[in-house]
């Protein structure tokens, strides 16, 4: 991982064996229903990298473990989220990323930011998804809604195949801890306003305006 190592961004999805968006979203389908035990370990035994960065949109931290992104979030500053990122993973030994102040980093963030701004895909990063496996198949669902575009709570329930499972689905958008390449900003309300957004609805409205902004200029 080039938070590990200041890798490029191809350089790290191409070494981790991720050709393409696609791979990343079936090896993420692959750890579907990992044990309970394993989901509350805390990262017991693993060591985590992380770094911050200010984007257009606020201050960022990217984290990843040997398997790839673990957590990007959004906070308010450097200390709170370390201990944001220390509550998560308790158990594992984290560590600042050696790519912190090199500019290696600058080019996964300026791919995130890119994306951010609607002016390219979602950077094609190994992740590290970690939940049920209700949780799971509501993450990668949702990397499936094209920038842009949005669905509604019921209809996210719908897509996975359990219509009546709609507080159930908007619980898993609340609980996930990668933003941006799990957009669950995309997941509205069924009466279209913005429905709840773990990182602030000021930032969720920016973000969609932004993709529908961009899509409406590709047409």
């Not at 959004?74 to 594992?92: K, M, V, W, Y």
């Not at 890119?114 to 993450?139: C, E, I, K, Y």
């Not at 799990?182 to 773990?198: A, E, K, M, S």
Request: net charge positive; charged share 20%.
């Amino acid at each position: 991982m080039a938070l590990r190592e200041g890798e490029s961004v191809t350089e790290a999805s191409h070494e981790a064996g991720y050709g393409s968006a696609s791979r990343v979203h079936l090896h993420a389908t692959r750890g579907l229903g990992m044990s309970p035990s394993t989901f509350r370990a805390g990262g017991r035994g693993e060591r985590i990298h992380f770094a911050c960065r200010q984007t257009s949109l606020g201050l960022i931290m990217m984290a990843a473990s040997s398997r790839g992104l673990c957590l990007v979030e959004f906070g308010e500053s450097d200390e709170a989220l370390r201990l944001h990122l220390q509550r998560t993973f308790p158990r594992a030994e984290l560590l600042p990323s050696c790519a912190q102040d090199r500019p290696e980093l600058d080019e996964w963030m300026l791919a995130l930011e890119s994306h951010m701004n609607g002016h390219a895909p979602a950077p094609d990063l190994p992740l590290d998804l970690r939940g049920t496996a209700f949780q799971m198949t509501v993450w990668n669902f949702l990397t499936t809604i094209p920038s842009g575009e949005s669905i509604s709570y019921t209809e996210l329930a719908s897509g996975i195949g359990k219509p009546r499972a709609v507080r159930a689905a908007a619980s898993a958008c609340a609980a996930n801890r990668i933003a941006l390449l799990v957009p669950c900003h995309r997941v509205l309300r069924g009466d279209g306003q913005l429905g709840g957004y773990r990182w602030g609805l000021a930032r969720k409205k920016s973000l969609l305006q932004r993709e529908q902004e961009n899509a409406l200029l590709l047409k």
